[in-house]
């Protein structure tokens, strides 16, 4: 992590952290970055998408400004998910993106993370390059005259990533219903289109963005009411996104979640196994459950680990030649269609899947067997401090050594909060939870010293 950027863009509190200066600065900073990166003549285009947040159109206005101040011309594509923005940086002959978007996070933070051409995250060395030029703003070469570029709306961006989605689809489907959580966010619009446009019978909740509901008590990181809908209109299944749909959670008809390790493991059963796709290699983070290793395991399928962030593990795919690829936060890559982890992707390959297996997800929840696990969120304001970590390594060592190789222990900085995540795994779920307390305890007494 650098001093502005985390593990996914530049986030924080809006108004407050992230500051709408701040935003037209960091796209001054952007416009001279990338126009260093550009080998050819003209001015660097850069796509702009939001999230449902009642910041996103400040940060709009304000990145917009700090880009054209520098010569790059701005096309804005409104509301849409963030891998929407990915898919369409890959057609529109496109430098660069900014989505502006806090993900899972509530309406009060925002963020703006950018994408290279391809449509992938950018790499940590142009993040650092644009942190530079923020400390050092008079480095930067503003644009003066004719060199001030348009800021243009591209009006038909959402319809060209519905119509990307729809294609991948293997419509018609059968499921008697499905119920869609869409987070009142980025995804709200477009999932009320897509799903019904493919013929499936469909109950839709949280799909009113108001600004300030996005990501509250729903989505993909508030599973109760969706599992409950599921249950009492004996639907198919239920699909859960998050804010900026780059996430995506199911639950099955009885209402039980599958979590993103458990759609990993059954995407790597059905596309290695059943339909024989090589390499039968797969990437995912340290944060996987040894459960999912295990299952790989018994199927012959390679798994590689990298950092916590879905840009980690798509660089792993591109250096590894992977296909598949993804976090157990409901990350998921499938880097022969996407560059991004993409949730409406995800869930019409999950639906694509039943239909081939013609089988109730119910039944696939059984490919693999979960630890337990238990994952404490730890507030933390001294998360950076190296003293921390030389104070918790030891307290680690010896919380390992007591589960004797049946388990293990997690303890993290968040990229993107003022967090410590702790995180434990053991065959016994009362060991795990006792462990984590433990190590929470800890890091809550060092932070109040």
């Known amino acids: 992590m650098g001093k502005y950027f985390g593990t996914d863009g530049v986030r924080g509190e809006a108004g407050r952290a992230l ?94 993370k950018f994408f290279n051409r391809k449509g992938a995250k950018i790499a940590d060395d142009l993040e650092l390059k644009m942190e530079t030029y923020l400390d050092h703003p008079s480095a930067i070469e503003d644009a003066s005259g004719a060199e001030i570029r348009h800021i243009q709306h591209l009006a038909d961006a959402s319809q060209r990533y519905e119509d990307f989605l729809a294609s991948k689809a293997e419509a018609p489907y059968q499921f008697p219903e499905i119920v869609i959580d869409c987070a009142n966010g980025a995804a709200s619009e477009i999932a009320q289109r897509l799903f019904p446009r493919l013929g499936l019978n469909c109950h839709f909740l949280a799909c009113e963005p108001n600004g300030l509901n996005i990501n509250s008590n729903c989505g993909s990181t508030h599973m109760e009411t969706l599992c409950r809908v599921v249950r009492e209109r004996k639907a198919a299944c239920g699909l859960a996104f998050d804010g ?103 869930a019409l390959m999950l639906l694509n899947c039943l239909k081939e297996r013609g089988v109730p997800l119910s039944e696939l929840n059984a490919l693999m067997s979960s630890y337990p696990q238990y994952l404490l969120n730890v507030p933390c304001s001294k998360k950076s401090d190296p003293k921390l970590w030389s104070y918790l390594e030891s307290a680690i060592s010896e919380a390992e050594a007591s589960l004797d190789g049946k388990g293990r222990i997690l303890v993290r900085a968040s990229g993107t909060e003022e967090l410590v995540r702790v995180m434990t795994e053991a065959e016994d779920a009362s060991l795990a939870q006792r462990l984590a307390e433990e190590m929470a305890a800890k890091i809550e007494a060092y932070t109040a010293d």
């Open 19 to 112: 500051s709408a200066e701040l935003a037209f600065h960091l796209g001054r900073a952007a416009a001279q970055v990338f126009r260093n990166e550009r080998k050819s003549e003209g001015p660097v285009r850069i796509l702009i998408g939001r999230d449902s947040r009642l910041s996103g159109q400040m940060f709009e206005a304000a990145l917009s400004a700090g880009l054209t101040a520098c010569g790059a011309e701005v096309l804005l594509c409104g509301m849409i998910p963030t891998p929407g923005l990915s898919y369409l940086l890959q057609h529109c002959q496109a430098d660069a993106a900014a989505m502006i978007s806090a993900s899972h996070n509530p309406y009060l933070d925002n963020g703006i």
């Open 244 to 346: 900026d749909a780059d996430r995506f959670l199911v639950c099955d008809e009885a209402g039980e979640v599958f979590d993103g390790d458990h759609l990993l493991c059954l995407f790597a059963d059905h596309f290695f196994l059943q339909k024989n796709i090589e390499p039968k290699r797969i990437v995912v983070t340290v944060m996987s459950n040894l459960g999912f290793h295990k299952a790989m395991a018994e199927r012959g399928i390679e798994v590689l680990a990298t950092q916590v962030g879905d840009r980690y593990v798509h660089e792993a795919m591109l250096e590894s030649d992977s296909l598949l690829g993804g976090e157990q936060s409901g990350h998921l890559i499938f880097r022969s269609h996407q560059n991004t982890g993409d949730g409406l992707l995800s």
